[in-house]
């Protein structure tokens, strides 16, 4: 599916997730067939929704566009119809970390602290990133305050 550039950049966050944990992925369980907006694990949604936010933070484009130009949007809050709630989700993990990197965001407008994080940390899953490994960052990643709102508007607990 070369057509797709979040396609390929997608791949391309499974591979940078790889290298960051040193050559190794958590076990993803429930991930086949997975679903921007469908519940599959917490482990498959942390994996998922890293890559898929990698496409949309490096294309600057919060789709997810296939190889026919179909696209699907990633914007999501307790609101929308028939999206799964909680962190099984990959797009409400995915949505969540686009939102912590924003320019505006908590992290200070950009990734780069999760990826220091993720280099030394390396997380299961999308709750041990945030409740678990974010305070062990250096300085340390908030977890309350806009942080925990964020992810509260995408229907995930901050404990
Ligand atoms: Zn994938």
């Known amino acids: 599916m ?3 550039e979040h396609f390929v950049l997608h791949e391309a966050g499974h591979w940078f997730q790889w290298q960051l944990y040193k050559r190794h992925l ?4 429930h991930c086949a067939p ?25 294309l600057g484009d919060r789709r997810y566009v296939d190889e026919s130009g179909a696209a699907t949007s990633l914007e999501n809050d307790a609101t929308t119809p028939e ?19 924003a320019k505006d965001g908590p992290d200070g407008g950009d990734w780069k602290r999760t ?6 940390e390396p997380s299961d899953d999308f709750r041990e990133y945030f409740t678990v490994d974010r305070p062990k960052a250096s300085p340390p990643l908030t977890t309350t305050g806009a942080a925990a709102d964020i992810l509260t508007g995408h229907t995930i607990s901050t404990r």
């Open 34 to 58: 997975h679903y921007v907006e469908r519940r599959s694990s917490t482990t498959c949604a942390w994996t998922e929704g890293f890559a898929d936010a990698t496409a949309a933070y490096v």
């Open 26 to 29: 958590p076990e993803a369980t």
């Open 115 to 120: 990826l220091r994080l993720m280099a030394t």
């Open 83 to 101: 999206w799964d709630p909680g962190d099984e989700v990959q797009g409400r993990v995915g949505s969540s970390l686009l939102d912590l990197w």
């Open 2 to 4: 070369t057509d797709s």
